[in-house]
């Protein structure tokens, strides 16, 4: 058997079915937990290959799994599926049919580069161990990667590392940007309700006014970022949201603030949360009034494993070349779902450059696309994981 040598050349036979599988799924976009359509040709496809297929994780999720060898080790490999609720603005022959539904994000493109892998994977079995090609549902914001997790992703499949990656617009193709530990923040969205005594508002002295409170709460909640907050560490608290009262003259018995918070660590996350609700009860109380603070964690941090970073970064250097590979790119403060699974499994996310020419504008924008030339660098990069991590003897 040759030893593993997957070049991204060896992935460009593969580029124009990939393109096909990335068009199709573009044009018929499917939302959270929706993705019907999009997990049958995921599991046509891997059936195709040669590779069991597992349906209904979370649903709409489908994983392969693939051995060659005997080999105890395993890797999991991961690509989103899901589309955003908005409507495209391209008027390219594979924009959206679905009105009101879009791929926005490029996770049409994420699920064929994985495809690609899949197939390549399949037909070279350059590898000693277990493959599994996860492919996850409801990534924007309604927690595909978590529902997988509690549907037994990682009993069922067991996996010693776990890689996935996301296009990234701003970044040139043929580039990628792998960072060692914290990479994406985590994001919580937050209530406090605040209840006080109505009164006239004439007669403030028989009222305990929650509006008052509330004002004084959201004043307070800065002092968390400031002075609790190490300045090295990053965090944003928004209070974006008050509500009380209807009339001009009722000091209101009830107000209610509401928003968001961002941080890049596990522990700094629980800090703010164990200070918001310090700081709104204390304060409510030192007005006479209560305050119950509702604390939603959406999204934990995505922290990449250093030493798994270090390997993701390896293979990239080998793909494209060390100086097409940003090992510092900044901190992003929007969230990703991986970081459910990153949080179980030592792993690694990475940035895949998505160039400016075509898909010139950001994710999430309705004039977006998946630039097709990421697609034998992505799946080569799956590939060549694999064929390091499991290495043959
Ligand atoms: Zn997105
Ligand atoms: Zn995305």
Partial sequence: ?????????????????????????????????????????????????????????????????????KGMRSIGLRADMDAL???EHNHFEHRSRNDGKMHACGHDGHTAMLLGAARYLASTRRFDGVVNFIFQPAE??????????D????????CQAVFGMHNRPSLDIGRFAVRSGPMMAGGAFFDIRVTGKGAHGARPETSVDAALVAAQIAVSLQSIVS???????TAVLSVTRIHAGDAYNVIPQTAELGGTVRAFSSEVMQLVERSMKRVAQATAAAFGATAEVDFRLLFSPTVN????????????????????????????????????MLEQVPGCYLNIGNGLAEGGCEVHNP?????????????????????AKLALA
């Fill in 85 to 87: 609720p908005m409507q």
């Fill in 151 to 158: 549907d037994g992703l990682f009993d069922r499949f067991p």
């Fill in 140 to 149: 924007e914001g309604l927690g595909g990667a978590r529902a997988m997790i």
């Fill in 367 to 387: 004039a977006y696309d998946f630039n097709d030339r990421a697609l034998p660098l992505g799946a080569a990069f799956f590939a060549r994981a694999v064929e």
């Fill in 227 to 233: 002075r609790n907050v190490a300045p090295v560490d």
């Fill in 305 to 340: 494993n250093p030493v798994e970073a270090e390997f993701a970064a390896r293979i990239c250097a080998e793909l494209v070349g060390q100086d097409k590979v940003e090992r510092s790119p900044p901190l992003i403060m929007a969230s990703e779902d991986f970081s459910f």
């Fill in 1 to 69: 058997m040759t030893k593993a040598v997957t070049k991204v050349e060896e992935l460009r036979p593969l580029s124009q079915a990939m393109r096909a599988l990335r068009r199709d799924i573009h044009a018929h976009p499917e939302l959270a937990f929706e993705e019907n359509r999009t997990a049958a040709i995921v599991a046509k496809e891997l059936a195709g290959y040669g590779i069991d297929v597992h349906t209904g994780l979370a649903k709409t999720g489908v994983v392969g799994t693939l051995r060659a060898g």
